[in-house]
């Protein structure tokens, strides 16, 4: 579906002044300030992630592109190119919003919608140049992601986005779960500690007694973690048999535009139905 029609469809959504607001709890505004991230248990619909998954699979199964290949980004366990032993192994699936409309559906839920209104402010925008995947951590041939912010590719006037991670199938520390490391999103971490490629140093003392806080978020089908793009976040590769299947977007506050002549502006937005 073009991106005009999408974002026509969006805006002419019913809404109903009744309809109660999935609204944060203070102590969950709290939680978020102070951790960085929220897990929400449970919060999307099994019938919608049922068909994301469907979609996910057929993508998987035919390559459907865009594709990105563990063998592009040489990650630790990777394959070490597309020629070798298991060198197709698919990544993630680019551009998820436009692959079936019940990334849209799910996206104009209120469940997901008026949280996102707490975190960001009354006019949220989802960018389509950042996320917007479904993550694929395959046995055998996945690699090790270390420790970054999102934000560390990104250009926006004020680095306070926030993205969301949905769970397809269990995510475990044996599958390679997201870690993340509470409060990163609140410090001031110098260029230093980080490397070439912007990933958060291991050899350093400072950054080894950091990592030592981090904790495993592991989620099953249909829960929904929520963090900043500023939160220090890893994982593993996948040690058992059975692939792991996530959905990640990432959303914006209206107000907080990305820079001109970035790769942050190149591709067009959705403004969440309010």
């Known amino acids: 579906m073009p991106i005009s029609a999408v974002l026509s469809e969006m805006s002419s959504l019913p809404t109903s002044p009744n309809t109660p607001l999935r ?21 999307m619909p099994a019938e919608i992630r049922e068909q994301m998954l469907a979609v996910t699979l057929d993508g998987v199964q035919r390559e459907i592109s865009p594709v990105e290949y563990e063998a592009e980004l040489n990650y630790p366990g990777a394959p070490k190119s597309l020629a070798a032993e298991g060198g197709r ?26 949280r996102l209104v707490d975190l960001l402010g009354p006019r949220v925008v989802m960018p389509l140049a950042h996320h917007n995947c479904i993550m694929t951590k395959q046995p055998k041939f996945s690699s090790d992601t270390g420790w970054h912010q999102d934000i560390r590719y990104w250009a926006y006037q004020q680095p306070d986005l926030v993205s969301v991670w949905i769970s ?18 609140r410090m001031i971490l110098e260029r230093s500690r980080f490397d070439d490629h912007l990933f958060f140093r291991t050899d350093l003392p400072e950054n080894a007694n950091l990592i030592a806080s ?35 977007f990432t959303f914006r506050s209206a107000d907080n535009m990305p820079l001109a002549g970035t790769r942050s502006a190149e591709l067009p937005e959705l403004m969440l139905p309010a």
């Open 214 to 248: 981090s904790i495993p978020v592991e989620l099953d089908p249909g829960d929904v973690l929520f963090f900043h793009a500023k939160t220090l976040h890893a994982a593993s590769r996948n040690h058992t048999t059975q692939t792991k299947y996530s959905a990640v």
């Open 23 to 43: 609204r944060l709890s203070p102590e969950e505004r709290e939680q978020f300030q102070r951790d960085g991230f929220l897990v929400f248990r449970q919060l």
């Open 89 to 114: 192994t698919i990544r993630r699936l680019k551009q998820a919003h436009s692959r079936h409309y019940v990334f849209t559906q799910w996206l104009c839920d209120r469940e997901l919608t008026d």
């Open 168 to 185: 397809l199938v269990p995510e475990r520390v044996e599958n390679g779960c997201l870690r993340v490391i509470p409060g990163s999103h």
